[in-house]
């Protein structure tokens, strides 16, 4: 049985939902998902992982909930409630969510978490957390847009300017570069990932630059790039979910990061009784945890020589013949990246130490 409840209303629905005859019964595992900022609804990474507690639903019998901070502000509030309610786990989706996911943890020792796609590093010794190795997806569509432009100038439109989403640029460059070396890569933020006006206003201005395909990886404010890909008729890449059928004919690809087998996978250890907390799962190409979407909604888009082209360089990723740079694996600094070695982008270059 699954709500949507919003911070305000979870508690009045949670015991409303005790007063049910048989649901406690009817139930294996309780489980509560606390999403990002973004929320549900943002066609993207909370949406993608939701598909993964409604396949746990399913498959497993849970019962879960999904709890929407308002902000990031609320997390560790958020999450401490959700703690104090006796669910068998909850996970959370947002690298800001860290931080409050260690305190919480540390003063609910006995509770089981999980936190969906963030670091390397383990959280806390009763959370488990995984790792997309987004860099290799993102070095998938970065190959795509430089074989794909006409102009030979592409586009980034990031988020926040942190650590993750520079992550995702430089898989992005990389896989640019090595398809051509001569393309133009050009690196923006819009410091927020709830916001479409920002998106669009981001990509209007790399528009203006020439860039004729810019990869979105905003959350929310994705959909501004989208639109501002209609609007020019140029093209978007999708980030996390597949969000080609958004806008058909105007999304090239997008770059799917399986969130949603990440968070049902962690669910089953609970289930199954496998889980261990302090602990860190990795999912790549090799996992097929990422990967760039093909569908109806474009096809026509990539010429069939250059998915050919892909498709052969995937192989070699997996294979470890190509190792795509993480930007966590980078030093201040680094003219060079990955193997074979290319010349880094200038925000590594410039990386503060």
């Not at 006995?110 to 670091?119: A, C, H, N, T």
């Not at 261990?276 to 109806?296: I, P, R, S």
Request: aromatic share 8%.
């Amino acid at each position: 049985m699954k709500r949507l409840l919003s911070k305000l209303g979870f508690a009045a629905a949670l015991i409303a939902s005790l007063a049910i005859p048989g649901a406690a019964e009817a139930a294996k595992l309780r489980v509560a998902m606390i999403t990002s900022e973004s929320g549900l609804g943002d066609r993207s990474f909370n949406d993608m992982m939701n598909e993964g507690m409604k396949k746990a639903e399913k498959d497993f019998g849970i019962e879960y909930v999904v709890i929407q901070p308002r902000s990031i502000s609320e997390f560790q509030s958020t999450l401490a409630r959700a703690a104090g309610q006796g669910f068998d786990f909850i996970v959370g989706s947002s690298f800001d969510m860290i931080k409050p996911m260690q305190a919480v943890a540390a003063a609910f020792p006995d509770q089981k978490f999980g936190l969906v796609d963030v670091g390397p590093d383990p959280v806390a010794p009763n959370v488990v957390s995984s790792v997309t190795k987004d860099w290799e997806g993102s070095f998938l569509v970065g190959v795509i847009a430089a074989k794909t432009t006409k102009t030979g100038t592409i586009g980034f439109v990031g988020g926040k300017d942190i650590p993750i989403i520079h992550r995702f640029f430089v898989g992005y460059y990389y896989g640019a570069k090595m398809a051509d070396p001569k393309v133009n890569v050009l690196e923006s933020y819009s410091g927020t990932f709830t916001d479409p006006a920002a998106g669009k206003e981001y990509t209007l201005s790399l528009v203006n630059q020439k860039s004729d395909i810019n990869f979105a990886v905003a959350g929310a404010t994705s959909a501004g790039v989208i639109d501002a890909a209609k609007e020019t008729k140029t093209f978007a890449i999708g980030v996390d979910s597949n969000q080609n059928y958004l806008a058909p004919g105007s999304v090239l690809t997008s770059m799917v990061k399986r969130v949603d087998t990440q968070a049902y996978d962690m669910i089953k250890s609970v289930s199954d009784g496998s889980f261990k907390g302090g602990t860190v799962l990795y999912y790549g190409l090799k996992e097929g945890g990422v990967d760039a979407a093909m569908d109806q909604y474009n096809k026509g888009l990539i010429a069939d020589d250059v998915l050919k082209q892909v498709d052969a360089l995937k192989q070699k990723v997996i294979s470890g013949e190509i190792v795509v740079p993480n930007y966590f694996d980078l030093k201040a600094g680094q003219k060079e990246m990955g193997t074979p070695p290319l010349a880094s982008p200038p925000s590594v270059i410039n990386k503060a130490g």
